[in-house]
C-alpha cells in the first residue's frame, strides 16, 4: 500500500542552523502539508501547498519557514535558522484532489541543541 | 477559533470491552472530521473521516459518528484488542481551515 515517506527520522542541529526536512507524498496526490507535534502537545498545522504554491498557513509559519517542491516526488520544509522551540516531531501529510481524508508519514523528529 | 477536546484524557480497559471515545469542538460549521491513530513516538494512522453530510462511517472494528449540532463525534471501539493500545487524535476542519487537532484520549487494553 503507498504511504508517505520521511526522511530523516531523527535529526540533531545546533541553535542557528538550517535544516530540510524531506518528505515523499503518496504519488497520486496534489496537496501536502506539513504539521508539527511538540513533546507532550498537540499537532498543529503549520502550511498547506497545492498547484506548487502555498494555499494556507498558520502563525507558527513565519519567515524562517519555508516549503518547496523541488521535483515531482519531494517536498520539503526549510527551517533557516533554527530556535530550541523549533525542537518537535515534524510530519507530512498529503491527500488526492478527490478525497478529504490525509494520510501522514512517520515524522521527523527534530532536535535542536 | 475552532477549539477541540478529548475525554477522557486517558482510558484502561480489559481486552473484549467496546467503549467510546469522545470528541467536542466549539464551532459547528465544520466540513469534515477525521479519527486518527498514534502510536508512541510514530506518525499518524488514519482511521475514518467524516463528511459533514453524513452521521457516521464505519471500518472494521471502529464506528465513527457524528452529532454537528452538538458539536460532538464519537468512536465506537468493539471487542478491544492490546494491539488497539494507541492514543486516538480527532481532527477537525472547518470551511476555508485546516485541521484543528484535539489532545487525543490514551488507550491502554490490558489482555
Known amino acids: 500500500e503507498p504511504e508517505v515517506t520521511q526522511t530523516p527520522s531523527h535529526q540533531v542541529t545546533q541553535m542557528g542552523q538550517e535544516v530540510i526536512l524531506r518528505c515523499v507524498p503518496i504519488s497520486n496526490h496534489l496537496y501536502f502539508y506539513w504539521y508539527r507535534q511538540i513533546l507532550g502537545q498537540k499537532v498543529e498545522f503549520l502550511v498547506s501547498f497545492y498547484n506548487n504554491e502555498i494555499s494556507e498557513k498558520s502563525e507558527i509559519f513565519d519567515d524562517q519557514f519555508s516549503v518547496e517542491r523541488p521535483d515531482g516526488s519531494n517536498f520539503t520544509l526549510k527551517i533557516r535558522s533554527t530556535k530550541l522551540e523549533d525542537s518537535a516531531m515534524y510530519f507530512c501529510?498529503?491527500?488526492?484532489?478527490?478525497?478529504?481524508?490525509?494520510?501522514f508519514g512517520p515524522g521527523t523528529r527534530l532536535t535542536v541543541t | 477559533k475552532q477549539e477541540v477536546t478529548q475525554i477522557p484524557a486517558a482510558l484502561s480497559v480489559p481486552e473484549g470491552e467496546n467503549l467510546v471515545l469522545n470528541c467536542s469542538f466549539t464551532d459547528s460549521a465544520i466540513y469534515n472530521l477525521q479519527w486518527f491513530r498514534q502510536d508512541p513516538g510514530k506518525g499518524l494512522t488514519s482511521l475514518l473521516l467524516?463528511?459533514?453530510?453524513?452521521r457516521e462511517q464505519t471500518s472494521g472494528r471502529l464506528n465513527a459518528s457524528l452529532d454537528k449540532s452538538s458539536g460532538r463525534s464519537t468512536l465506537y471501539i468493539a471487542a478491544s484488542q492490546p494491539g488497539d493500545s494507541a492514543t486516538y487524535l480527532c481532527?477537525?476542519?472547518?470551511?476555508?481551515?485546516?485541521?484543528?487537532f484535539g489532545p487525543g484520549t490514551r488507550l491502554s487494553v490490558l489482555p
Open positions: 481532527a477537525v476542519r472547518n470551511y476555508g481551515q485546516n485541521f484543528v
Open positions: 501529510a498529503s491527500r488526492t484532489a478527490s478525497s478529504y481524508e490525509q494520510y
Open positions: 467524516i463528511q459533514s453530510s453524513q
